[in-house]
């Protein structure tokens, strides 16, 4: 989840962010990235897919453990649409079609101008919808090469501001969600929370995967 300035900025609240898990579970806002903790169960992380990745402002971290109801448990089927991309800047009712080039647009109407592909689908290893307290996250597991690169990009957006620190999944050359990166997430786990339902949840799983 990262959204820039410029023009009208995105709502502040209620979108997804990647961020650092807290203990007492994930708090709700802008979805975030964030690294899984350790608790008494297995590790999960902030897919940061509950991210300000589509709602820009995601402000819960989320404490991971892998005994929520889960229904979608894979990777993408079409490696190549699936792109994870940094926020250069976003605005709002301004979606053109087809987009220019270094733009996409989200099912809301926010236009965001995007560096380049810096991870591919082809390094996702599996994307899930998990809950813990009714509460529902992404959870996303690359591989070690996507592990290095998420690593790098997560390591130089965390110490960015909003909406400076944003990362887009653009999939079919459509922004599904942009989430704000609360810290470097370097073991290739990632958990995007915000404001999911699990209607939600699964339906955003079910984009990256197609």
């Known amino acids: 989840m990262v959204h820039e300035g410029g023009g009208s900025q995105p709502p502040q609240d209620g979108a997804p962010q990647y961020g650092v898990p807290q ?16 608790s008494r169960g297995p590790l999960v992380l902030v897919a940061v897919l509950g991210v300000t990745l589509v709602a820009v402002l995601a402000i819960g971290a989320v404490v991971l453990l892998r005994n929520g109801d889960s229904k979608t448990d894979s990777a993408p089927k079409s490696a190549g649409v699936v792109e994870f991309r940094r926020v250069v800047k976003t605005e709002q009712g301004l979606c053109a079609t087809p987009a220019e080039q270094g733009v996409a647009c989200d099912s809301d109407g926010n236009r965001y101008t995007l560096g380049k592909v810096e991870v591919d689908g082809s390094h ?3 994307v899930k919808a998990e809950s813990q307290d009714d509460r529902w996250y992404l959870l996303l597991s690359f591989d070690d090469e996507g592990k290095k690169l998420f690593s790098a990009l997560t390591s130089e957006l965390a110490q960015k501001t909003p909406p400076d620190n ?5 999939v079919n050359g459509s922004v599904v ?3 704000t990166v609360q810290s470097a997430i370097t073991d290739g786990q990632v958990q995007i929370s915000g404001t999911f339902t699990k209607e939600a949840a699964e339906k955003l799983a079910t984009q990256i995967t197609g």
């Open 23 to 38: 203990d007492g579970g994930p708090q709700y806002g802008v979805p975030q990235y964030g690294p899984p903790k350790r």
């Open 124 to 126: 996702v290893r599996s």
């Open 166 to 170: 944003q990362i887009a999944i653009v």
């Open 177 to 179: 969600t942009a989430p």
